[in-house]
């Protein structure tokens, strides 16, 4: 057995304190120009900065914001004010994350599935992002539920290879975010969802424990448990029974914090189902949220590129992160 890594756990702990969640800012290039281009927003590297930078200076954020996920730019760029993004977040309460997985590729011999890349010197950039200020990490697997898909060898690489990061991250001192993303696209039922997630999460455990990971120091990053986008939605109370009974069969109690992805769900339905978990309550660890979309689309919405819109956009944020704080206690009262 080897010894508890203290400073390992504090980290997740701090991430998922009472009230508190995660704001995931790390889209990658194509991903942040796919959610600009709908608004008509230039996909420039100064609006990018100017977009992150009005999330992160949003007043008293912390009070619901636990950390921050940034991207490779994003950590080396600097607020408005000259302080280093990484430097004016931990003046601010903010615990810095890096998203450090490369994005998925068509995996080999398997149509439609699709594998992480990034584990490629990993060591060496955790090295320096630890400098640059990070304490936490992300990796993102994806599954896609048809009636062929996710296969076992699918479920098994990815597996393996958020293991293999969880690892290396550990090992730099850094808590690894644990993130198998089952997608919604399709129109399976949530009963089919259930039994993916379930499958998914067994997997990663396994490799977790077989890459010997102190699950005292990560974080599970998991999807809810919910039917396809295609198909009729399931109801609130049955996502939450549903994605508890889930997580209760596969994720073992030394893990501190589930904090969900979004997913393309509603910033409303992504805060009901949070809060409908916590109603029912009775976990071993802390549920909340990671959510990328689910805080962003108000004010990205609001922003539009336009300075004379900062305060009202902050205020949308605000808005979100305390609503979704709420619903980490499961006090949640509506929109
Ligand atoms: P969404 O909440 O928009 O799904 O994003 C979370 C995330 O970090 C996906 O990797």
Redesign the pocket.
Known sequence: MAPLNESLAQTAQALVAPGKGIL?A?ESHPTIKKRFDKLGIANTEENRRAYRDMLFSTPAISNHISGV?LYDETIRQKHSSGTPFPKFLAQNGIIRGI?VDEGTIALANFPGEKVTEGLDGLGKRFAEYAQLGARFA?W?AVFTITDTTPSDYCIRSNAHLLARYAAIAQEAGIVPIV?P?VLRDGNHDINRCYDVIDRVLNEVFRELHDHRIQLEGILL?PSMVTAGEGAPEASVEQVAELTLRCLRNTVPPAVPGIVF????QTSEA?TKHLDAMNKIGEVPWRLSF???????DDPMHTWMGKPENIKAAQKAFARRAELNSLATSGKYAGE
Do not use: T, V
Request: no cysteine; proline share 0%; hydrophobic share 30%.
């Open positions: 995931a790390d996920i998203k992300k993102r993130e993303e990053k992805l979004s997913g393309g992504a990671s959510y990328g979309r689910a805080l962003q």
